[in-house]
């Protein structure tokens, strides 16, 4: 949780530039705002970090999902392929769309596999909804071919990977769209706060007007700006921009103590025998929020997280039984539990989401814990983490 730990001067700042002009919207005021553009500089500075050719803020992660999903062209009836291992946002984006999603099985890698996605696609299959988890990418080189063969459209959902790259490319950029978050949670927060990006004019421009009533922002006279398509609003604020860029500015430091943290603890966890890791097909580019090991069995994991509890571990999740990260607790979702009717009442669900088999994506979060990097850790305190997680790991798999 790298970005809440260094939450200071330099955000305060960005905050003090907004607050003294008052100017909290994002578009038009050009006087009031004295050259302070915080949504703009947020965006220049995902460009610069990514190397997107666009970038667009806006208000959440599950906002630029959707945003993604909208630019990319994908709406009512679309098959969507997607994990069962996700924040739920992911699957909700594609609900909210009026698309269908269909699930398939991840591997060790913690995304969707090229096999899995192979597996569910049929005629009706639109696009691939890809989630580049904890912290690393997909496995590219295997995905890509699948989209390819099938002539999918890849909208990545990267909420949880801003700082991945694979084999020097970044996270996001390797399907039509795709999408950040900055949520309180991530490697750079803006308190609320997500990011859109793509290589492709056109989806930017849909982007741009559909998170903001289908404005075309051309000119400076808002109210009579002209609206190419039906938008809503998923805008930004100036605060939370402000927030977000000082933040921009910290990833490559933030990353670097990820990256060292990460590989101090994996050092020391590799020592006891019977856990194996994440098996990351760039490992270099990963962004490191996040050290993932399994457990011999899906017990054996169970088990450990409760020894952790007791000795006072702190920092691991079990998504197995997480409410909000794995399908196995989603039956709001398995029923279609709605505040209002969405398209997939009317069109119908594309699988039995009560009768899903994916026995891989059981297997591998059922032995899965995620220990959360964090960057501001001394040698001291990883040495104690590491030694109670190796204590506790050990009385159950001996
Ligand atoms: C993969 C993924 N997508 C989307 C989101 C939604 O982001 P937000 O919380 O900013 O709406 C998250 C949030 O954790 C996420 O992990």
Same mark, same amino acid.
């Given at each position: 949780m790298p970005g809440m730990e260094l939450f200071?001067?330099?955000e305060?700042?960005?905050?003090?530039?907004?607050?003294?002009?008052?100017?909290?919207?994002? /578009?038009?005021? &050009?006087?009031?705002?004295? +050259?302070?553009?915080?949504?703009? *500089?947020l965006?220049?500075e995902v460009?610069?970090f990514t190397?997107?050719? %666009?970038?667009?803020a806006v208000s959440s992660g599950s906002t630029a999902v959707?945003?993604?999903?909208?630019?990319?062209?994908?709406?009512?009836?679309?098959?969507?392929? @997607?994990? $069962?291992?996700t924040y739920?946002a992911?699957?909700?984006?594609?609900?909210?769309?009026?698309?269908? $999603?269909?699930?398939?099985?991840?591997?060790?890698?913690?995304?969707?596999?090229?096999?899995?996605?192979?597996?569910?696609?049929?005629?009706?299959?639109?696009?691939?909804?890809?989630v580049h988890m904890t912290g690393a990418?997909?496995?590219?080189?295997?995905?890509?071919?699948?989209?390819?063969?099938?002539?999918?459209?890849?909208?990545?959902d990267a909420g949880q990977a801003l700082g991945a790259?694979?084999?020097?490319?970044?996270v996001g950029?390797?399907?039509?769209?795709?999408s950040f978050s900055f949520d309180f949670f991530k490697i750079t927060t803006a308190a609320e706060g997500g990011l859109?990006?793509?290589?492709?004019?056109?989806? /930017?421009?849909?982007?741009?007007? /559909?998170? &903001?009533?289908?404005?075309?922002?051309?000119?400076?006279?808002?109210?009579?700006?002209?609206?190419?398509?039906?938008?809503?609003?998923?805008?930004i604020?100036?605060?939370h921009?402000?927030v977000g860029k000082a933040q921009m500015?910290k990833i490559?430091?933030l990353r670097?103590?990820n990256?060292?943290?990460?590989?101090?603890?994996?050092?020391?966890?590799?020592?006891? !025998?019977?856990?194996?890791?994440?098996?990351?097909?760039?490992?270099? +580019?990963?962004s490191a929020t996040f050290?993932?090991? %399994?457990? $011999?069995?899906?017990?054996?994991?169970?088990?450990?997280?409760?020894?952790?509890? !007791?000795?006072?571990?702190? +920092?691991?999740n079990?998504?197995?039984?997480?409410?909000?990260h %794995?399908?196995?607790?989603?039956?709001?979702?398995?029923?279609?539990?709605?505040?209002?009717?969405?398209?997939?009442?009317?069109?119908?669900? $594309?699988?039995? /989401?009560?009768?899903?088999?994916?026995?891989?994506?059981? *297997? @591998?979060? +059922? !032995?899965?814990?995620s220990?959360g990097i964090k960057a501001?850790?001394?040698?001291? *305190?990883? &040495?104690?983490?590491?030694?109670?997680?190796?204590?506790?790991?050990?009385?159950?798999?001996?």
């Open positions: 200071g001067a330099e305060r700042k960005e905050i003090m530039d907004v607050l003294e002009t008052g100017a909290l919207f994002r /578009y038009n005021h &050009d006087e009031m705002r004295k +050259g302070h553009w915080k949504a703009k *500089e965006e220049n460009e610069n190397g997107a050719k %666009f970038a667009h959707a945003t993604a999903l909208a630019a990319a062209g994908i709406g009512h009836g679309d098959e969507v392929i @997607v994990p $069962p291992f739920i992911t699957v909700e984006a594609v609900l909210f769309a009026g698309a269908l $999603p269909v699930f398939a099985e991840i591997d060790e890698n913690l995304c969707l596999s090229a096999e899995g996605i192979e597996k569910v696609v049929t005629d009706k299959t639109k696009a691939v909804l890809l990418a997909a496995d590219m080189d295997s995905i890509m071919p699948v989209i390819e063969k099938h002539n999918l459209t890849l909208v990545e790259f694979y084999k020097g490319k970044s950029l390797f399907g039509k769209t795709g859109f990006i793509t290589n492709d004019e056109n989806a /930017y421009k849909l982007a741009d007007s /559909y998170s &903001d009533h289908g404005h075309d922002h051309i000119g400076n006279n808002r109210g009579m700006e002209n609206h190419p398509i039906i938008g809503f609003n998923y805008r604020s100036e605060l921009a402000a500015q490559n430091m670097d103590k990256r060292a943290n990460k590989q101090y603890l994996k050092e020391k966890l590799s020592q006891i !025998k019977g856990i194996t890791f994440r098996p990351m097909p760039d490992p270099e +580019g990963d050290l993932n090991f %399994f457990l $011999p069995t899906t017990s054996d994991a169970g088990n450990v997280m409760k020894e952790f509890v !007791k000795d006072g571990v702190q +920092g691991c079990y998504w197995f039984t997480n409410m909000y %794995f399908i196995n607790q989603w039956d709001h979702l398995k029923n279609l539990e709605s505040a209002a009717p969405l398209a997939i009442h009317h069109l119908g669900a $594309p699988q039995d /989401y009560n009768n899903l088999q994916l026995p891989k994506s059981q *297997e @591998v979060i +059922g !032995k899965l814990i220990l501001t850790w001394s040698k001291a *305190e990883m &040495d104690m983490l590491a030694d109670k997680m190796i204590i506790a790991i050990k009385r159950i798999i001996g």
